[in-house]
T-cell receptor, first 112, second 113 residues
Framework: NAGVTQTPKFRVLKTGQSMTLLCAQD?????MYWYRQDPGMGLRLIHY???????AKGEVPDGYNVSRLKKQNFLLGLESAAPSQTSVYFC???????????FGDGTRLSIL | KQEVTQIPAALSVPEGENLVLNCSFT??????LQWFRQDPGKGLTSLLL?????REQTSGRLNASLDKSSGRSTLYIAASQPGDSATYLC????????????FGDGTTLTVKP
């Protein structure tokens, strides 16, 4: 099993550019999450989904949009990238809210 | 605000020692608590998950305990090895949060040969 796969692994953007981060899981999990990890700030939840076709805001949703058109995929979009969005982005999934979360290896995003 | 605190931020021990990592949380109405391991440049790997109705969970050399009344969890690592060197994070899911977790900043453990 691949588990949780994130693409791309690395990306450098210029301020104002847009991009989409893809998260794919092959475990038939209902719940999916997008986090960002920053030094001194820990892991913070951006958006999450409790099932296909649903999305909800997390702790730091501003500047990001998400979509969950298929159960296995959770997309994170940056419409107009800003230097403050330089971070490591992690996707996670779980079968249900009382089950362990499984994480991808992260996407390292730098915005110049 | 629901907060999760991990102390110490860093810990260095010689190989073979038993050690305890601490996690404290501000709201006792938790749904579950999960311990993770993160290696440099990698994602998080789930180690143990304790439901709110449980007092502890064990996996190999790892034992996690939960005391909701005092707002504390501990991760006990027996007979530490250099391969245990990593950052350990705890994450708390609260009853009202529909599966959303609040993470501590982690404790970075170094086990010296």
């Amino acid at each position: 099993n691949a588990g949780v796969t994130q693409t791309p692994k690395f990306r450098v953007l210029k301020t104002g550019q847009s991009m989409t981060l893809l998260c794919a899981q092959d475990m038939n999990h209902e719940y999916m999450y997008w986090y960002r990890q920053d030094p001194g700030m820990g892991l913070r939840l951006i958006h999450y989904s409790v099932g296909e076709g649903t999305t909800a805001k997390g702790e730091v949703p501003d500047g990001y949009n998400v979509s969950r058109l298929k159960k296995q995929n959770f997309l994170l979009g940056l419409e107009s990238a800003a230097p403050s969005q330089t971070s490591v982005y992690f996707c996670a999934s779980s079968y249900w809210q009382d089950q362990p979360q499984h994480f991808g290896d992260g996407t390292r995003l730098s915005i110049l | 605000k629901q907060e999760v605190t991990q102390i110490p931020a860093a810990l260095s021990v010689p190989e073979g020692e038993n050690l305890v990592l601490n996690c404290s949380f501000t709201d006792s109405a938790i749904y579950n608590l999960q311990w993770f391991r993160q290696d440099p440049g990698k994602g998080l790997t789930s180690l143990l998950l304790i439901q709110s109705s449980q007092r502890e969970q064990t996996s190999g050399r790892l034992n996690a305990s939960l005391d909701k009344s005092s707002g504390r969890s501990t991760l006990y690592i027996a007979a530490s090895q250099p391969g245990d060197s990593a950052t350990y994070l705890c994450a708390v899911t609260y009853n009202t949060n529909a599966g959303k977790s609040t993470f501590g900043d982690g404790t970075t453990l170094t086990v010296k040969p």
